[in-house]
């Protein structure tokens, strides 16, 4: 709920791009590095072997460049907007929900791949994609992606897992006997609604929704009343994944659409969860490293991105993470992914999964319901309204 209230007063709207004339001027050679680089991430994406020594892809860059790396975690992709509005970093690793507020509020500069030697590595289905590309100009490098998961509670599903997002949506009786109701959660951030709008394209097919992110005026209302009715189950809204898997451990949680790092923490200490891919389909995110328009420390920076790029680097964050690699080398003798990680983690799924994107209100189906609307709706449903 803070998160959300905090975007009311940051949110940068996306503008039209086509045509744009951007303030900023890419970097054309690299120079020595600025002894540091800031990030804004998402939780897990960024590690030092702090949390697991076998994870640490920052140590060794640190002692290559001689840039120390700071980190700033967010819980949404809100969050990151507002933290590169109010500036003082040089890089964020943006999910397609942000990325082109972004580049339309000139907050972030292109990119010369030119100056990134590992460019041509990147899977070809994300080096032109459009949540990090406008009018052929990149801003941004890709990072890794995935998909929003359904995690639940294997001792309550016992041997037969859930299929359906109505687990969460519809009040239902567990397999244990008792309601799902308090026993259930839903992602703070106003992008959620497009999870809602997913479920309808199944559950209601009359409504026509073609698009997640692009809804009219009637099948908006009907995905909010849809969470509205979620509102009577929600023991929580979360936004910070080690909150959640703290609900999942300590305080009945059994049932919430997830992150494939929540799960995989939670399993390797012994927690009876696991995840599936629900009938209805599955949101997503493709996340793209972009540089703050006023970096301080650019050379780290463009450092930094070509680091990210690394198949080990790859691999690393994916087997973390639980995501699938932007560079397809990565998928093949990481020790800690494995050679069938990238299945695992979806990578034949990339056609399957509804990337976040902000929703604006011209669409491809004529006027749609910009993401402003979607911002303080969903407060006024969290607030029971």
Aim: glycine share 10%; charged share 20%.
């Amino acid at each position: 709920m803070k998160s959300i209230l905090k975007t009311c007063t940051a949110l940068t709207m996306v503008a039209t791009l086509g045509g744009q004339t951007m303030a900023q001027e890419m970097l054309q050679a690299l120079g020595p590095g600025e002894g540091e680089v800031s990030i804004v991430a998402w939780a897990g994406y960024i590690e030092r072997g702090e949390t697991d020594p076998n994870y640490d892809w920052v140590t060794k860059f640190e002692a290559d460049t001689g840039c120390k790396v700071s980190v700033k975690t967010a819980a949404t992709s809100d969050e990151m907007v507002a933290l590169m509005n109010e500036g003082g970093f040089d890089l964020v690793t943006a999910s397609g929900d942000a990325s082109l507020r972004l580049v339309a509020g000139k907050r972030v500069q292109p990119i010369n791949t030119a100056l990134i030697p590992s460019w041509s590595s990147i899977d070809e289905r994300l080096q032109n994609a459009p949540w990090h590309t406008v009018d052929g100009v990149h801003y941004g490098t890709p990072y890794v992606w995935g998909a929003n998961v359904l995690m639940y509670n294997t001792e309550v599903f016992g041997a037969t897992p859930p299929d359906s997002w109505s687990v969460v949506f519809e009040e239902t009786t567990l397999p244990d006997g008792k309601s799902n109701k308090g026993r259930v959660q839903a992602y703070d951030g106003p992008i959620y609604v497009a999870d809602a709008a997913l479920y309808l394209m199944s559950s209601k097919p009359e409504l026509g929704i073609t698009d997640p992110y692009a809804l009219n005026e009637e099948q908006y209302k009907a995905a909010l009343d849809l969470l509205r009715q979620q509102r009577g189950l929600v023991g929580r809204y979360w936004h910070d994944a080690f909150i959640q898997m703290d609900d999942f451990t300590n305080e009945g949680v059994v049932a919430s659409g997830s992150w494939p790092f929540q799960v995989n923490v939670l399993k390797a200490g012994g927690a009876p969860v696991a995840s599936v891919f629900p009938k209805e389909g599955i949101t997503g995110w493709a996340d793209t490293t972009m540089l703050h328009a006023e970096s301080a420390h650019p050379n780290c920076a463009y450092m930094w991105m070509e680091h990210s790029l690394s198949p080990k680097v790859q691999g690393d964050v994916s087997a973390w993470f639980g995501t699938v690699p932007s560079v397809p080398a990565a998928c093949k003798g990481n020790e800690l992914l494995g050679d069938e990680g990238c299945a695992t983690n979806g990578f034949d799924n990339f056609d399957k999964i509804r990337f976040w994107r902000t929703p604006v209100s011209k669409c491809e189906a004529g006027e749609c319901v910009p993401y402003y609307r979607w911002v303080s709706d969903y407060v006024g449903v969290i607030g029971g309204r």
